[in-house]
């Protein structure tokens, strides 16, 4: 492939790239936990190291410049496999945009759970959150947060046990959690 046509290319993708990360992630995760995120990025862990792999190959590779030794050889498979390596991040958020896209396909199938509330903040006059957990889930990392209105901020104490509604998507992944009345 020529060279101005893998430079579109990579163009192609970083532009994709960039309207993901600066516009739809940031937006569209609002309306998911923390650890369903987590959950999401493990589940489509293979498609993206594989879509990270055609996309540094469509990128990096050029026939005429494989042609030659074996050492060549193994050093321009390194090579895509590092661009590869480095391009993970960029894949990831793409098939992560697609996947809560589609996600969001919602079976209109509701799931309660009991979120333990751990401790609340109030950012500013317009943003209440609390954190907390889920019962019976398993977390790699940081307690999950809830985004509140006043009303529902005022009515909820650090350490109590309270119940949310999920909307349960298409992949199966709970989304836009919000406080059972």
């Given at each position: 492939?020529?060279?101005?046509?893998?430079?579109?290319?990579?163009?192609?993708?970083?532009?994709?790239?960039?309207?993901?990360?600066?516009?739809?992630?940031?937006?569209?995760?609002?309306?998911?936990?923390?650890?369903?995120?987590?959950?999401?990025?493990?589940?489509?862990?293979?498609?993206?190291?594989?879509?990270?792999?055609?996309?540094?190959?469509?990128?990096?590779?050029?026939?005429?410049?494989?042609?030659?030794?074996?050492?060549?050889?193994?050093?321009?498979?390194?090579?895509?496999?590092?661009?590869?390596?480095?391009?993970?991040?960029?894949?990831?958020?793409?098939?992560?945009?697609?996947?809560?896209?589609?996600?969001?396909?919602?079976?209109?199938?509701?799931?309660?759970k009991k979120f333990n509330v751990?401790?609340?903040?109030?950012?500013?006059?317009?943003?209440?959150?609390?954190?907390?957990?889920?019962?019976?889930?398993?977390?790699?990392?940081?307690?999950?947060?809830?985004?509140?209105?006043?009303?529902?901020?005022?009515?909820?104490?650090?350490?109590?046990?309270?119940?949310?509604?999920?909307k349960k998507g298409l992949f199966?992944?709970?989304?836009?959690?919000?406080?059972?009345?």
């Open positions: 492939m020529k060279r101005r046509n893998r430079i579109i290319i990579g163009i192609f993708f970083f532009g994709i790239y960039f309207l993901c990360a600066k516009y739809f992630l940031p937006e569209q995760s609002l309306n998911y936990l923390r650890s369903d995120l987590t959950e999401f990025k493990n589940l489509f862990l293979p498609i993206s190291i594989i879509f990270s792999i055609l996309m540094a190959t469509l990128i990096a590779f050029d026939l005429k410049e494989f042609e030659g030794s074996k050492l060549s050889k193994l050093f321009y498979i390194l090579y895509i496999g590092m661009m590869s390596y480095l391009s993970y991040p960029f894949a990831s958020d793409i098939i992560l945009s697609a996947g809560i896209k589609l996600n969001g396909i919602s079976s209109d199938e509701i799931v309660s751990a401790f609340k903040e109030k950012n500013n006059d317009l943003e209440y959150m609390v954190w907390g957990k889920i019962q019976n889930k398993t977390y790699e990392g940081g307690n999950d947060n809830l985004k509140l209105t006043k009303k529902e901020y005022d009515l909820i104490n650090e350490n109590q046990e309270i119940e949310i509604e999920l199966g992944i709970a989304f836009n959690p919000i406080i059972k009345k």
